[in-house]
């Protein structure tokens, strides 16, 4: 599939970043563990076996020419590496067993992870090295970090967490500094090696806590970590699932290098709210459309995405919502990338309508 492309994605991203033409829009389905199924291995050998994680995001990248990959396996690795309990599934993503602490006065007793010894960070270190020989510089590689707010809800529970935004807000405050600490040390050891971190935040998101509790709970935490990676030169992109319109301009505003949205937002609204200020990315729905439509209701969507989107002054990504679910259909994932090759760069609304139109018609008969 790589071979479609004229250009490598770092050529792309760094033409696109001087005004010059290229041959598409930038794309990237957030395969995530599905890479397992590309690359041929269960996903618990991600548990234990960093060269077969750098290689199994090698792998999608040759089937596909997708535009980055990213070193993250699970919302958990932090706060396992921290003391929490983990299940491990044979071929299944990682989850949550039990926090790392049961009370209050036990945030006390909670230390900053060292990613070099501690859980599975190593393992994921080791990836990282991997994946940036593997790629060169043929291709952008992130490492995946949830913030500092999320990984403290993973620390002492989600109900429980949840209870301190109103009965103990000193000791919420406690629980996420604790929590960055470690995001930093992790962070700082990715850029190390040569990777850009990115911030998963899905704790954070309006669907599940308001604006205010958002500002006064998250926020200061997201902005110190984003200023400690930005202090080493390097540009983050951030990602909260949900609804997220209320504080579109909060994030923005922490100059970051672009935002990730869900499939419920919307894009058009995104672009129109924050497009001046940072890069927008999204956002086909991954479980209605990516894994459960057909190749035609991918077209339909990317289409629609890149005709909210493409203008977006700041610059704009092709990409599902959020990851993708492991049993993605790998025809679907082709079909996005194929529909970005298809519409080309610069984008020509004209033509994106007319092929929408005529996917839309198809549909239909």
């Not at 909670?110 to 190593?122: E, F, I, Q, S, T």
């Not at 529909?339 to 760069?345: A, F, K, L």
Request: hydrophobic content about 40%; charged content about 25%.
């Amino acid at each position: 599939m790589r071979n479609k492309d004229y250009m490598t994605p770092a050529e792309r991203g760094a033409a696109i970043a001087k005004g010059m033409e290229v041959d598409r829009l930038p794309c990237n389905p957030n395969i995530a563990n599905g890479v397992a199924r590309i690359y041929g291995c269960k996903i618990s050998e991600f548990n234990h076996n960093p060269k077969a994680i750098a290689e199994a995001q090698m792998a999608a990248y040759n089937k596909f020419g997708c535009d980055s990959l990213r070193i993250f396996t699970d919302l958990f690795t932090w706060a396992e590496a921290m003391g929490a309990a983990v299940t491990f599934p044979d071929d299944n993503t990682a989850d949550l067993e039990k926090p790392a602490i049961f009370t209050i006065k036990d945030i006390d007793k909670l230390r900053p992870a060292d990613p070099y010894k501690d859980g599975r960070l190593p393992v994921h270190i080791e990836a990282m090295k991997y994946l940036k020989d593997f790629a060169k510089d043929e291709i952008k590689c992130s490492a995946g970090i949830v913030g500092p707010f999320t990984n403290a809800f993973f620390l002492f529970g989600v109900n429980e967490t949840m209870k301190l935004i109103h009965k103990n807000p000193e000791a919420l405050h406690k629980l996420c500094h604790i929590s960055l600490e470690t995001c930093k040390a992790y962070a700082k050891a990715a850029i190390d090696i040569g990777l850009n971190p990115t911030i998963s935040e899905p704790m954070s998101s309006c669907t599940v806590i308001s604006p205010k509790n958002f500002r006064e709970f998250s926020l200061p935490y997201l902005k110190e970590f984003i200023d400690y990676i930005k202090g080493y030169g390097s540009n983050v992109v951030v990602h909260i699932c949900g609804q997220t319109d209320k504080i579109w301009n909060d994030i923005a505003d922490l100059d970051i290098g672009g935002i990730s949205i869900d499939n419920i937002a919307s894009l058009k609204d995104c672009k129109n709210t924050i497009g001046s200020k940072t890069k927008i990315l999204g956002n086909v729905d991954p479980a209605g459309v990516m894994y459960s439509g057909k190749p035609k209701d991918v077209r339909i969507k990317t289409l629609e995405g890149i005709l909210d989107a493409y203008d977006s002054s700041k610059g704009y990504v092709v990409m599902s919502g959020c990851s993708l679910p492991v049993e993605t259909p790998l025809e679907n994932i082709e079909t996005m990338m194929n529909t970005v090759r298809e519409v080309g760069y610069p984008v020509k609304s004209e033509k994106v309508r007319e092929l929408l139109e005529h996917y839309k018609k198809d549909s239909i008969l």
